[in-house]
């Protein structure tokens, strides 16, 4: 699976868009971008995945690139609760696959401030 | 459905004993992960199953550690004999037929603390 890049920390005001940003340079054609994120003493959480497209659900955008090298995560009007460590994960997503696996890197950690 | 259950949420222990984590995945899930997180390695992956066998067991750290899965409805990691670096959060996540579309469903986690 593509190796992903994140950085270490962000942070933005309560209210305001969280743009956290992933680079993915040596992802594969059937790759998918996935996004879980993990709350302070919780288990991760998914949030929203896409191939090539931009995707769109109740908790957030994915905004993928046309090259597909890089992606990023939006949180349209950040709370409070949307402090916590944000993953980009890369892989390949297909039932076929006997060797599914869902590896995370270290993550983006996103402090939310009043 | 109430979730991916694990027991229990806090475990201490001391050094050198027999420690037992269990998972109770979501109902219908195909697969089942073992993930163990700390400070300095982050989330790792130690082992998963798919339909009750182990695929991959190449993330468990040594002989101490083993996983069984028996059934569909419960897995154990067993440490023996526990050591202190072993402390962490374990968290069982489970997934079915992971797809395009599936998503991973995890746990609270158990922390573990050995002294």
């Known amino acids: 699976d593509a190796k992903t890049t994140q950085p270490t920390s962000m942070d933005c005001a309560e209210g305001r868009a969280a743009n956290l940003p992933c680079n993915h340079s040596t992802i594969s054609g059937n790759e998918y971008v996935y996004w879980y994120r993990q709350i302070h003493s919780q288990g991760p959480q998914y949030i929203i995945h896409?191939?090539?497209n931009n995707e769109t659900n109740e908790m957030a955008s994915l905004i993928i690139t046309e090259d597909r090298k890089s992606s990023t995560l939006i949180l349209p009007h950040a709370t409070l609760r949307d402090t916590a460590v944000y993953y980009c994960?890369?892989?390949?997503?297909?039932?076929?696959?006997?060797?599914?696996?869902?590896?995370f890197g270290s993550g983006t950690r996103l402090l939310v401030r009043p | 459905d109430a979730g991916v259950i694990q027991s229990p949420r806090h475990e201490v222990t001391e050094m050198g004993q027999e420690v037992t984590l269990r998972c109770k995945p979501i109902?219908?899930?195909?697969?089942l992960f073992w993930y163990r997180q700390t400070m300095m390695r982050g989330l790792e992956l130690l082992i998963y199953f798919n339909n009750n066998v182990p695929i991959d067991d190449s993330g468990m750290p040594e002989d101490r550690f083993s996983a069984k899965m028996p059934n569909a409805s419960f897995s154990t990691l067993k440490i023996q004999p526990s050591e202190p670096r072993d402390s962490a959060v374990y968290f069982c996540?489970?997934?079915?037929?992971?797809?395009?579309?599936?998503?991973?469903?995890f746990g609270q986690g158990t922390r573990l603390t050995v002294v």
């Open positions: 994960i890369v892989r390949v997503a297909s039932w076929m696959d006997s060797s599914y696996k869902l590896i």
């Open positions: 896409g191939l090539k």
């Open positions: 109902s219908g899930h195909d697969y």
């Open positions: 996540a489970s997934i079915h037929r992971p797809t395009v579309n599936t998503e991973a469903f």
